[in-house]
């Protein structure tokens, strides 16, 4: 057999290591396995010193054995899903060469199927049985589902700076109903998707005394969400015009959006606001800003992120107020 010197890791330093040796004979072996030799195996390592004393020479003595095929797929236990559902998971046929990288990848698919269904410690196993004829092989898939489980609690770590229930917001899966791969999976991809975290991990893990229990754990590390910006431009009419703009994806921590920008020119200087309006503390917030801001002698625009624009008074005499405060947070409240 040839290109055999690709699976000895030690080959890349030229120095022997007996894990490094381990460990590329179960690959060797993996190799053999997943082209349909059931019954590989290494009967025996030879590892001897050169003459010179500066060389090692190891000598593996393998028995390959048939080549076997795939007979028949049959499944054993509580499969808990439709039969014709399950076969459709699977990676590997009947008829073509057996391979134990596909019977893995198939109890994989079938465990994740399972856990979606509430049976997070679901037990699947691929048990090949030799056929008489001594060129195929059947496949036994056992399935042991165990009890449906229920999530008791779910935690994070990691968020130093954003709040707990932005993450909370995001979950799919919850604290109290049927555990689903499915659903803490996509949990996962939803924090992801915030654009707040480098990375998030999840782990879940069983309530000791406690079998029908699992607690779900997400690990974030958090990363800058803000970013600043600078613009130059030319306009016939404003003439040279300079801009900076302040962005904050994940503001205070809260998952809002704050933007705030200038522009000044020959002609017009302006302040432009994007203020988060999700909930009334937050146009109370917004109403606040633009009152301190409209002492400024320049025009100021204040916009949602639906670039819905707010009216606001604009004078360089308006002060913080009872009546400034109404005057801002009454249209608000009616976006």
């Known amino acids: 057999m040839t290109g055999l010197g690709a699976f000895f890791g030690w080959f890349s330093s030229d120095e022997y290591s007996r894990e490094a040796l381990s460990g590329d004979i179960e690959r060797l072996r993996s190799f053999y396995l997943d082209r349909g030799y059931v019954n590989f195996d290494v009967a025996s390592t030879q590892v001897s010193i ?19 095929r795939v007979g028949d797929i049959r499944f054993a236990g509580d499969l808990q899903i439709s039969e014709n559902e399950a076969r459709q998971l699977l990676t590997i046929e009947e008829g073509e060469i057996f391979s134990r990288g596909d019977v893995n990848a198939s109890t994989e698919a079938l465990r994740q199927r399972l856990g979606a269904e509430g049976f997070a410690f679901a037990d699947i196993q691929g048990v090949p049985e030799m056929s008489d004829d001594g060129e195929t092989v059947d496949l036994v898939i056992a399935i042991n589902p165990g009890e449906r489980a229920y999530v008791r609690r779910i935690e994070f770590y990691g968020n130093t700076t954003t709040q707990d229930e932005v993450l909370r917001r995001e979950m799919t899966q919850l604290e109290g109903a049927p555990a689903s791969t499915e659903a ?7 924090l992801e998707r915030l654009g707040f975290f480098s990375q998030v991990e999840v782990d879940t893990q069983p309530v ?6 699992l ?6 590390e958090e990363q800058p969400s803000g970013s600043v910006s600078a613009s130059v431009g030319f306009s016939q009419s404003a003439g040279v015009i300079y801009g900076v703009g302040l962005s904050q994806n994940n503001f205070l921590g809260t998952g809002n959006r704050v933007n705030v920008g200038a522009q000044r020119s020959d002609t017009l200087p302006a302040l432009t606001l994007a203020l988060p309006t999700r909930t009334g503390r937050w146009m109370a917030f917004r109403a606040v800003i633009i009152c301190f801001i409209a002492k400024l002698t320049m025009p100021i625009r204040i916009f949602r992120h639906t670039r819905r624009m707010l009216t606001a008074p604009v004078s360089t005499s308006v002060t913080p107020s009872a009546s400034c405060l ?8 009616k976006i």
């Open 326 to 333: 109404a005057s801002i947070l009454v249209p608000a409240l």
């Open 50 to 68: 050169g003459p010179e004393k500066s060389e090692i020479f190891i000598t593996l003595n393998v028995d390959e054995g048939n080549q076997y």
């Open 208 to 213: 000791p005394g406690k079998p029908d229990l």
């Open 215 to 220: 607690d779900v754990t997400y690990n974030v």
């Open 184 to 190: 803490i999976t996509q949990s996962r991809q939803r």
